[in-house]
């Protein structure tokens, strides 16, 4: 036989060698079909050297570097740290339809006792805790309702943080008749593997496996067993089988971390029999959780394969006993090679999934003009169940649907985004005070809107005749548009309630406005007499003694000065008041937690909103003597005016029959309280501060 030439030789192997190569990342590449991965704030893309994956940074969800921190471990990695006012960040991952995924995510911590939430669409995963340095991960399957999914996080105790994020396709056994269930991951565990953690490459689904140990009594088995009858894709790799742990009589395995309150679970196990000389009916035995027998007279080799798996949906409560027990008869004690357990949780319905299509068409639109709008800040995620600014939404046929587009007064420019025209069920839409400018888009006779409010841009040409058309509109605004023709069509007076004709609401005063500036101006004049009066009678009788209150004689000060009302005493403009909805009240209020006061109005409770401002929520009451009239005045007159002695209205709700009134909180109590309450005792108020509080509040109350 010749031989070959050292350099062929050499040829050779590196042609072995680079085929070998292609071929790995070919098969690579298949395995990893469907996988995403995310490094949070990550300098560039990189290939971890141990799983071999691809690592993309999160810069296209979020390009401000300003939220990147480096954390203080011994590895110094970059993670996301989220300051969200709002309550939440999410990122949005593309998934095909109806398929099963795997979801993690990665949360180092630095020392701090603190917790945050994550949830995969709407649906809470769990909380994220931590009291120590570790890095923790939780980690979820569920099923894909559409081509995609928000894994969001949302404020607790702590602004939330993040390092990775990782997505793979996982076999469809996980959710077997659980078509509407999101499961956590308690625990994964591979009976004293060989290694820390077994994971991809040498499981194709990236789970990762944790080597567990069971009580020193249980033995260990293992086999260099190199191939068995699969029975599903739910297998675990043939690292982690091939290393089990039995005992002659029971194996138990206790987890006690689980949440206190009654919750199901889906466990599965994983059983291959690694000993050689078992036959069927040999080893034989009982599995029970929490004391409950689940499986009897249970044999791996019963169907003559020697690889079996069983899955157990079971119920606990702050303890999972699993617990196996030898049969009666059965020569072998009990064997497990590995098993997982995870939390069921119920899927809870997104907003209608056209809403959302459209609601997400509109934010590209808009944003393309207004990069970096804070407004902005909040659209991630569900719009409703983490409501975005500006939007309000309701129930409809089981699901929520967007019914008020608020975007005024945030600075908005370019064009009225055009997919505004497909919210089928939008009923209120408010797009003033801002700088959006080109023509009007045509809304369609099926829109249900009842209010319209375009004013104060500046956009151009003529109200189109659609909108006067729509069958629910009742309100609609249109004025301070430059460019715009006034009037509108010639049928817009006959078919409206309610409506500024094009023009500036500045040119012609409604009457409520025309009576405050006048009840204003006859209040100064008024309280500008009575001032001089004061004065007259002060300086003819300043060293005179005074009885006050209490038989007591006061001498009147000689040095007091009184505030007189100028024009800048008071503001007469549109304020922005905030609609919420019965929900934020509710959350705001802890369900009504804090009474501070009672008022013919109502009860008042204390609160605290979401960007954390106190606020005082005044709830109209059954009995109340003032009714819906003396709501609406309130609101109309308060969104009119400011003032420095009138606490300004913050917003109100109007829902479910309910109505309610939102004001800032005043931490130092009500003036009863300074004059005969508990601070009256510590601190006395003198006679001049007490008139100067009588004149604020006269000037006060006659402007309201």
Known sequence: MMELPDIWILRLVVACVFCLHIFIRSASGYATEGFENIACCADSNYTDPQTTLNYTTDYRWFPDKGSCRRTKDVLNEKVRLFFVDEGKRCYNLSTIKNKVYLIRGTFPFNGVNSSFNVSIGVTQLGAVRSSGLQDLEIEGVFRAAKDYIDICLVKGEVDPLISHIELRPLPEEYLHDLPASVLKLISRNSLWGSKDEIRFPTDPSDRIWKATSSPSSALLVSSNVSNFDLKSNVTPPLQVLQTALTHPERLQFMHSGIDTEDNEYRVFLYFLEL????????????????????????????????????????????????????????????????????????????????????????????????????????????????????????????????????????????????????????????????????????????????????????????????????????SLYFGCNKRMSEGGPANLNSSLINTDYGRCKGKEPRFGQVFVIGAITCGSLLIALAVGIIFVCRYRQKLIPWEGFGGKNYIMETNVIFSLPSKDDFLIKSVSIQTFTLEDIEVATERYKTLIGEGGFGSVYRGTLNNSQEVAVKVRSATSTQGTREFDNELNLLSAIQHENLVPLLGYCNENDQQILVYPFMSNGSLQDRLYGEPAKRKILDWPTRLSIALGAARGRRIK
């Not at 027998?293 to 020697?306: M, P, Q, T, V, Y």
């Not at 606990?316 to 098993?339: I, R």
């Not at 023509?439 to 004013?455: A, E, N, R, T, V």
Request: hydrophobic share 40%; aromatic share 8%.
């Open 275 to 474: 000993n050689s000389t078992v036959k069927a009916g040999k080893r034989v035995f009982d599995i029970y959780v929490n004391g409950e027998i689940k499986k009897e007279r249970f044999d791996i080799l019963a169907e003559g394969s020697n690889y079996t798996y069983t899955v157990l949906n079971v119920s606990a409560n702050g303890l999972l006993n699993l617990t196996l027990v030898k049969a009666s008869g059965a020569e072998f004690g009990p064997l497990l090679n590995a098993y997982e357990i995870l939390q069921m949780r119920s899927w809870i319905e997104e907003t209608n999934h056209k809403d959302v299509e459209v609601i997400q068409k509109i934010k590209e639109e808009v944003l393309l003009q207004n990069q970096g709008n804070k407004a902005l800040e909040s659209w991630t995620g569900d719009p409703c169940f983490f409501p975005w600014q500006g939007i309000t939404c309701d129930s409809s046929n089981g699901s929520s649907v967007i019914t008020k587009l608020d975007l005024s007064a945030h600075n908005f420019k370019g064009p009225i985004p055009p997919s505004i025209t497909e919210m089928i069920n939008l009923k209120l839409l408010n797009l003033s005070h801002n700088n959006f400018d080109g023509y009007i888009p045509s809304f369609p006779l099926s829109s249900l809107l009842i209010s319209i409010d375009l004013s104060y841009n500046n956009l151009m040409g003529s109200l189109p005749e659609s909108i006067v058309s729509l069958p629910h509109l009742k």
